[in-house]
């Protein structure tokens, strides 16, 4: 086990609040690598007051597993939705994006936003950092195919020139809205504001079909 995969189990900030939206479509929140469901305290809230329902699970032991023990544990959680949105932060981007280019989920998701993801990949330093950071961290190199990713789907891609984790020229992929200097990656899920908007356009794009 890598030294990383015990920090995410520290993180003190509060449990994330029940979902209790009853209507519209729900939203997938994906925490990023060595985080927690914990770091859309925000969003949830913020979901609740609109009447969205959620879920943010974690997987991969809190993402410093393997790609694809989470790629495999987010398809199993998503399996039994006929529709759902996503908001995926850093590797849960890229976790989202590529859920979505599975079969069985083509057509199911008509939204993804990515807060500060590099959807190709992201340069790390070595195999040698993988007994520090665990799995995730070599596995972020990618590459990730991107590229045929159902057309009916709406990529949003949420940036700031203040990420100092992620290069945010690494993060560009469909639609960009950049942010500005102030925001840092780990706090891009706190941006309530631009990503509940963006939701709701996209309900309010499916009950115009």
Known sequence: ????????????????????GASGT???????????????GALAATLNEIGRPFIAPDYAHYGTGAFVDGLRDVTAICAGFRSFDIVGH?????????LLRQPEFVGKVSTIIGLGTPWRGLPTKGKHMVKLFGQAYEDLRGP???????PATK???????????????????????????????????????????????????????
């Open 1 to 20: 086990m890598a030294l990383f995969d015990w920090i995410p189990r520290l993180d003190p900030r509060k449990a994330l609040p029940s979902s209790t």
């Open 26 to 40: 729900p939203v997938v929140l994906l925490h990023g690598a060595y985080s927690t469901p914990k770091a859309f």
């Open 90 to 98: 850093s590797f849960g981007g890229i976790i989202g994006l590529q």
């Open 144 to 150: 990730f195919e991107v590229d045929d990713v159902d």
């Open 155 to 209: 990529v949003y891609s949420v940036i700031s020139t203040a990420d100092k984790t992620v290069n945010p020229k690494f993060s560009q992929f469909g639609e960009v809205i950049v942010l500005d200097g102030s925001v840092a990656h780990a706090a891009l899920p706190r941006e309530t504001k631009v990503i509940t908007s963006l939701l709701e356009e996209a309900e309010l794009a499916r009950g115009q079909q």
